[in-house]
């Protein structure tokens, strides 16, 4: 089972009550406020438990031994997810993302360092040539952070993204394993 430990957070692998309570925070969480800044412009149809659970299993791996899906700890409290899914597999090229769930986790370092965690786990237990992000221009937390980590803004697609009735621009970011190495 995969342990990343740093200095606040832990990424794990989710066991099945982590599963359940990931759930909770993304379905029955009444104030569902990671919702408003984590893609809020992509509707998400709700979906049971059961066929959350059949998602969970069926993409895990992106490649042997390396999860799509990573969850974040503090302490033993789950504060969110670390997560990929493939872009492109010809150019080894991964698209990375960051939840914290828990509002009270939010603009104290732990997402800096659950992304940090996992964008260098990413390039240490894989070929991958590039890894990016996607947000919009109403998250500048979320820019800040990938700026932090050394991605650089490769796209800006004007007004395409709609929030509460407000276009936002789309915002793409990527680092390269060069680029990531050179860091060190």
Do not use: C
Not at 8 to 31: G, M, P
Not at 46 to 66: A, L, R, S
Not at 120 to 143: A, K, P, Q, V, Y
Request: without cysteine; hydrophobic residues 35%.
């Amino acid at each position: 089972m995969i342990r990343i430990e740093g200095r606040k957070v832990e990424l794990k692998e989710a066991t099945q009550q982590d599963i359940d309570e990931l759930y909770f925070w993304k379905y029955e969480e009444k104030e569902q406020d990671a919702k408003k800044w984590n893609g809020p412009y992509i509707p998400e149809p709700y979906i049971t438990k059961e066929q959350f659970q059949i998602d969970w299993e069926k993409n895990y791996e992106i490649v042997p031994n390396v999860p799509n899906t990573l969850i974040i700890f503090v302490g033993d409290k789950l504060i969110g997810t670390v997560g990929s899914y493939w872009v492109d597999k010809n150019t080894n090229w991964l698209e990375t993302g960051i939840v914290i769930y828990d509002k009270n986790y939010w603009n104290g370092g732990y997402g800096t360092e659950a992304y940090k965690l996992w964008i260098d786990f990413l390039f240490s237990s894989t070929e991958l040539h590039r890894l990016g992000m996607s947000t919009w221009s109403g998250n500048i937390r979320m820019m800040k952070v990938a700026e932090k980590l050394g991605m650089k803004e490769e796209a800006r697609i004007r007004q395409a993204r709609m929030v509460n009735g407000e276009y936002f621009d789309a915002i793409k970011m990527g680092i390269l394993r060069k680029e990531w190495e050179r860091s060190f």
